[in-house]
């Protein structure tokens, strides 16, 4: 009978994370492909090679809130990023508004993650201190116990510095490999396969460096939060087993009973 009293009690599984494959896939090997392949006016043309490419990615932005039932700040980001490229090609500006467009949705990310400390909802804890990786319940319990919340958000405002550092890189990266790629007429086919090429470039070169800095700010994060909470490192994340271990005892204790 303890066993039915104990079931309710039992945590969640944490929601499933995002493949990365399946995001970078969309948003950035689609892209490229289509644009630098497409693009001749024998094949699609400027215009449906860029209409063709932008698809993919606001599909995927729309079947993560149709999955979630609610916004990814990131996946939405990269829906209004995707459109505005659409709306820039038809429109044939230049590319220095493309550079402008690719710089500023980092440095407005970069900007909003520390000024986001003193609200609600700080971005921090949707970028690093999440559910979906960490145990928050835990870690916040822990935090409390041991009464080191203060110093914890004093932590998170640090990381979150770390956090805005990776996105200005970002912003200067995009903006200065923008410029040096995107030198052809707008409208044309040399145009779009120059559109693709900063797309595949703009990972690698983009994102390493950027990646570089997020994961020093991870790695400040857990080891703050080691200290503060006394807690291991491995118990800072979700038990993907604990589901399975509380199965068990209850099919143990189901044959115990019989």
Known sequence: MSQGRHEPTREAAPP???NIWVALACNAAWPA???TWLSDRDRLGPTGALLLAIVV???YGARDYWLNRRWNIFALLGCV???LTGGFGLLQLSGFWFAVKEAAVPLVLGLAVPLSMNTRQPLIRLILFNDQVLDTRRIEAALAARKTTAAFEELLRSASWLVAGSFFLSAALNFTLALLILRSTP???EFNRELGRLTALSYPIIMLPSMAILMLAIWKLLNGL???TGMEADDLFHRRSAGRSAKTQAGAGDHGND
Request: hydrophobic share 45%; no cysteine; glycine share 6%.
């Open 33 to 35: 492909v289509v644009l």
């Open 57 to 59: 990615p606001i599909a």
């Open 81 to 83: 990023s995707t459109l």
């Open 16 to 18: 499933a994370r995002e």
């Open 226 to 228: 080691e200290k503060l």
């Open 187 to 189: 409208g044309t086919p």
